[in-house]
């Protein structure tokens, strides 16, 4: 199903990512993510990157019915990438109809702007729509700003939890799983 661009505001964009655009998804993932976060990693988020935006998982995510991928643009240029699943449970979870924010990333340029509020607000707002109960998301618990940025956007840790990926420094394995209620 081809879905449309979605124009958040005057200078935000949303354009739905589509499989031959995953190589395009791929260096830019390699641009943004990096910089922030291959101190978490010990091969600096090379094979992270690499297993998550190869074109077979690239390919597999979009197949979803229920997911919403898609390129962030910001003013004219495209400025980080959104995921998320409708009906998309946590693991051992006894809640049902709950939207996963699987993926939001931003260029470290632009962090400070409002995009990642604007951002949230809209994957809140389609849930609400969509009639879910909450939505949830995992954040490592030792990145501060992000913990203090969902915190202040209404979420709550509902559960600690570790990460199994033997490329991650043991040290920053720590999860949340960070839940809002609607």
């Known amino acids: 199903m081809k879905r449309e661009a979605l124009q ?3 200078d935000i964009k949303l354009l739905p990512i589509a499989i ?8 830019m993932m390699h641009l943004i993510y990096k910089p922030v976060y291959q101190h978490l990693w010990q091969d600096n988020g090379e094979a ?24 962030v643009e910001y003013k004219g ?13 946590f693991p051992d979870s006894h809640y ?3 939207t996963k924010l699987h993926r939001i990333y931003l260029d470290p340029a632009t962090h400070g702007s409002g995009i990642g509020a ?3 607000n809209y994957v809140v707002q389609q849930a609400t729509l969509a009639g879910q109960k909450s939505v949830w998301l995992e954040c490592m618990d030792t990145q501060e700003p992000a913990i203090k940025f969902y ?9 600690r939890f570790q990460l199994d ?7 920053f394995r720590g999860m949340l799983l960070m839940k809002k209620d609607l």
């Open 151 to 159: 915190t202040k956007m209404g979420f709550y840790t509902e559960r």
């Open 96 to 98: 049902h109809n709950v």
């Open 118 to 120: 604007l951002l949230v």
């Open 48 to 71: 992270y990157v690499e297993s998550q935006y190869n074109r077979d998982q690239v390919m597999s995510e979009l197949s979803l019915e229920n997911a919403r991928y898609y390129f």
């Open 77 to 89: 240029e495209v400025m980080g990438m959104l995921r998320y699943l409708f009906d998309c449970p």
């Open 20 to 27: 031959d655009e995953q190589e395009r998804l791929r260096r």
């Open 165 to 171: 990926s033997p490329t991650m420094k043991p040290e």
């Open 8 to 10: 958040l505001n005057e």
